[in-house]
């Protein structure tokens, strides 16, 4: 493919066991030129999230800069998902540790970046509470016209995840949601409805073990393993959410979508970070946010397995 093709791309994670396989996925696709990894806290402690960044992109042989982000969202502090991701961030699978971060923080990395860069750019994806990303772009919103689309795994129409309102990203960081929801960028927002359809069972696991032998394919393998499945799930497995994000850049044919209104309150009382959808036009809300709805499922693990599979 020829960069002329490939879409610039800065990703921010948290990693965090399905931030490890999204970020396999996107330096496996050649459809992505992954430019910077910004990082912050979320599933665990930054210093974790980082390592963990490091080591899976090291596992991969990718030579990306890893950039280290924020310990803390814009108001509060985060609050780990070790029932989910281990105390560890990747469910107890070690793996060699990774290379060094660049020097200088998440924000001014992605900042130095799309100050270099055309209007409309990069694509912004974001797996993570959204913090990094909040900070650069409000601190310097004119680069926003650098950017010609976020996608962030974040938010619900229903339920949350975290809380009974509201999904763990957004409710780790409302107002940074809230901030990239108002730059008046095209956002896709990959919810959790979106992601319930990645769900990991023991047969896609199977067939990740047939589709080859590399150390990648194997530590994406061990991790599924490991993560619990998810009462959500009805104990049927879990949701590999963050690389649905990953996944819309990379195959938007596996996907059926919509546009809608999305807002994020950020009140203290109990529907904090819960994100308003409105899918059906019920609001004076204008519809700018695409709103990944289906997802061929099957497509997907195909997709994630072949492309892992051409990983080291
Ligand atoms: C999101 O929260 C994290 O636990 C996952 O990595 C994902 O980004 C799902 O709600
Ligand atoms: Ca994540």
């Given at each position: 493919m020829?960069s002329?093709?490939r879409?610039?791309?800065?990703?921010?994670?948290?990693?965090g066991?399905?931030?490890?396989?999204?970020?396999?996925?996107?330096?496996?696709s050649?459809?992505?030129?992954?430019r910077?990894?910004?990082?912050?806290?979320?599933?665990?402690?930054?210093?974790?999230?980082?390592?963990?960044?490091l080591?899976?992109t090291?596992?991969a042989?990718?030579?990306?800069?890893?950039?280290r982000?924020?310990?803390?969202?814009?108001?509060?502090?985060f609050?780990?998902e070790?029932?989910?991701?281990?105390?560890?961030g990747l469910a107890?699978?070690v793996?060699?540790r990774?290379?060094?971060a660049?020097g200088g923080?998440?924000?001014?990395?992605?900042?130095?970046?799309?100050?270099?860069?055309?209007?409309?750019?990069?694509?912004?994806?974001?797996?993570?509470?959204?913090?990094?990303?909040a900070?650069a772009l409000?601190?310097?919103?004119?680069?926003a016209?650098?950017?010609?689309?976020?996608v962030l795994?974040a938010g619900?129409?229903?339920?949350?995840?975290?809380?009974?309102?509201?999904?763990?990203?957004?409710?780790?960081?409302p107002e940074?949601?809230?901030?990239?929801?108002?730059?008046?960028v095209?956002?896709?927002?990959?919810?959790?409805?979106l992601?319930?359809?990645?769900?990991?069972?023991?047969?896609?696991?199977?067939?990740?073990?047939r589709a080859g032998?590399?150390?990648?394919?194997?530590?994406?393998r061990?991790?599924?393993?490991?993560t619990?499945?998810?009462?959500?799930m009805?104990?049927r497995?879990?949701?590999?959410?963050d690389?649905?994000a990953?996944?819309?850049?990379?195959?938007?044919e596996l996907?059926?979508?919509?546009?809608?209104?999305?807002s994020?309150?950020?009140?203290q009382?109990?529907?904090?970070?819960?994100?308003?959808?409105?899918?059906?036009?019920k609001t004076?809300?204008?519809?700018?946010v695409?709103?990944?709805e289906?997802?061929?499922?099957?497509?997907?693990?195909?997709?994630?397995a072949e492309?892992?599979a051409?990983?080291?």
């Open positions: 020829s002329a093709t879409r610039p791309v800065i990703l921010d994670c948290d990693p066991t399905d931030d490890a396989h999204a970020l396999w996925l996107a330096l496996a050649p459809e992505i030129d992954l910077l990894v910004t990082v912050s806290g979320g599933n665990v402690g930054l210093d974790r999230t980082l390592a963990n960044a080591a899976v090291g596992l042989g990718a030579c990306v800069p890893v950039a982000g924020a310990e803390r969202p814009l108001l509060g502090r609050r780990s070790t029932a989910v991701h281990g105390d560890d107890g699978v793996l060699p990774g290379g060094e660049i923080l998440a924000a001014d990395a992605i900042r130095d970046l799309l100050r270099g860069a055309d209007p409309g750019e990069f694509t912004v994806v974001g797996i993570a509470p959204p913090t990094n990303l900070l409000a601190t310097e919103p004119a680069l016209a650098r950017i010609g689309e976020i795994m619900a129409w229903g339920e949350g995840n975290w809380t009974p309102a509201a999904e763990f990203n957004a409710a780790s960081d940074a949601l809230a901030v990239l929801l108002g730059l008046g095209p956002v896709t927002l990959v919810t959790l409805e992601t319930a359809q990645a769900l990991v069972t023991p047969a896609r696991i199977e067939a990740l073990r032998g590399g150390a990648c394919l194997a530590a994406s061990r991790i599924m393993e490991a619990p499945p998810s009462r959500r009805g104990g497995g879990h949701a590999l959410h690389p649905c990953v996944a819309w850049l990379v195959a938007p996907f059926g979508a919509r546009k809608a209104a999305v994020v309150e950020c009140g009382g109990p529907g904090r970070g819960r994100t308003h959808v409105d899918r059906w036009g004076k809300g204008e519809a700018t695409t709103l990944p289906t997802l061929d499922a099957d497509g997907f693990f195909a997709l994630l492309r892992l051409r990983l080291p």
